[in-house]
């Protein structure tokens, strides 16, 4: 399972997704992404078992 990080201009963490639909979604929406990350292994593993991406996407 893959995970991503979503940045804004200043390198902020804006968003945790999934999928890339997801990060689409985000952009419609017009949050400000300026870089996507794959999240490591070790990260993408911790996320999974500490909720869900979306918890951390306020927009959701």
Do not use: H, W
């Not at 952009?27 to 593993?45: D, Y």
């Amino acid at each position: 399972m893959n995970f991503y990080t979503c940045f804004d201009n200043q390198g902020e963490v804006i968003a945790r997704c999934q999928t890339s639909q997801e990060i689409e979604v985000l952009r419609r929406m017009g949050r400000p992404i300026k870089e996507v990350k794959e999240m490591r292994r070790e990260e993408s593993i911790v996320c999974s078992l500490t909720g869900s991406p979306s918890d951390f996407n306020m927009d959701y």
